[in-house]
C-alpha cells in the first residue's frame, strides 16, 4: 500500500476583512519590477467595491477573467501567453473569485513556466516546472478549490484538471465577507458542491480518518448553513470553513455518483459544476437515501429551483457521449460502489438514471 504524500497550499489567512492584508502579503513576493497580476471574476467588473480594494501598485496588471463558461484550456492559454509577450514573467497571479476563476489563476501560473499548451497537462502529475507565485482569493465558497491540487479546465478532447504538486496555491485569502453578496441560487448551488462532496467521499469506499475528520465537520457546517431560512455573518463564515475541510477531506477520499454523472451532463450540455451535482443529486435516493432526503428539505427551506428535465428529446447518441465520459471516471465509480462497479453500473442502468434527470 502507498500512501499519498500531500503538497498543500503554504500559508492561509483566514477572518472578515483579512482581504485588506493582500497588499502587506504580496509585498515581499514583488520581484524586480514586474507586475502582480489581479484575475478578478467579471462579476466585479466596472466600478463594484472589491475592483476598488484591489492593491494595486506600479505596473500590476488587472484582468477581468470571463468566466461564462467554465474554463477552457484556449483561454488559459491566451491569458498566459498575453502575459508572456508583454512583461515575459510576472511576480505572480492572484485569483479573485468563484471556483472558475480560482482555477483560470492556478492554470494561468503553470503556463507562466511551462512549455507548450494548457492542455498537454490535463491529466496526473504531467506539469514540469513549478508555477510563478499564485494566490487565491475565493468570492464563493464550495468547490474547495481554494485547496485542492487541481485546476479543472475543459480542452479540445476532454474536461479535466491539470493535477500536480505544482497546482496548490502558495497563499490563499479566505474572507467571508467576500462571499455576503452572493445570489440565494449562486451561493446554494455551489454550496450543495461541498455538501454533496461530503455525501460521496462520506460514504464511499475509499475513506479514511484523515479525510472522515475533515468531511464531518464540513458535512456540519453544511447542514448549519443550510437546514435552516435565516442567513447571517456567521453563515458566511462556517460555509467558507465548510468548503475548506471539505477540500482537505478530498485529499484522501473521492466524490461519487452525483459528480460522475454529472461530469457527463456538463461535457455534452455545458451544464454548470454546481447546479449539474444538484440536478444529478436530486435523483439519488437509491444510492444516498439519507443524503437525498436531507438534501430536498434543504432545497425546500431555502426555496431554490432545481431545473428537471434537462435530458428529455436527446438522441441515443447523446446519451451514449453522457454514458461514456461518465463511465470514463472508474475512480468515483469504484469509490462509489466498490471494486465490481462495473457489474452493477451498467450502460442500460445508467442510461435510465439519465432519462430522470
Ligand atoms: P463559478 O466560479 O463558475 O461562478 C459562478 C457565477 O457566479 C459566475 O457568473 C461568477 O461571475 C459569479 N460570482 C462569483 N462570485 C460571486 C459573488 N460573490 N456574488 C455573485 N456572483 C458571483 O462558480 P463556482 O461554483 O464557485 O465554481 C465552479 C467551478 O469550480 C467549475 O469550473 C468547476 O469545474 C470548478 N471546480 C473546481 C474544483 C477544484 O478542485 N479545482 C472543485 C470543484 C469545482
Ligand atoms: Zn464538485
Redesign the pocket.
Known sequence: MKFRNFKMVDYVVYGRGCFDQLDEILAPRRKNGQPMVFLL???FANDHALRTRIPLRDNDVLIDAD?TT??KTSYVDELAQRLKDTYGTVSGIIGI?????I?LAKAVSIMMTNPGKAQDYQGWDLVKNPAVYKVGVP??S????EV?R???LTGPTKKL?MNSDFTPFDQIVLDPE??K???KN?RF??GM?CYIHCIESLQGTYINAFSRAYGEKALELCQDVFLTTDWTDESDEKLMMASYAGGMSIAYSQVGVAHAVSYGLSYLLGT???IGNCIVFNHLEEFYPEGVREFHEMVRLNNIDIPVGVTKGLTDEQFDTMINVSLGMAPLWENALGKDWQQQMTRERLRALYEKL
Open positions: 471574476d467579471h462579476y468566466v467554465e474554463p473569485g468563484g471556483g472558475s476563476t482555477d468570492t464563493l464550495g468547490t474547495g478549490a485542492s487541481t485546476c479543472v484538471g467576500l462571499i453578496g452572493a445570489p449562486q448551488y455551489t458542491d454548470k459544476h454546481g
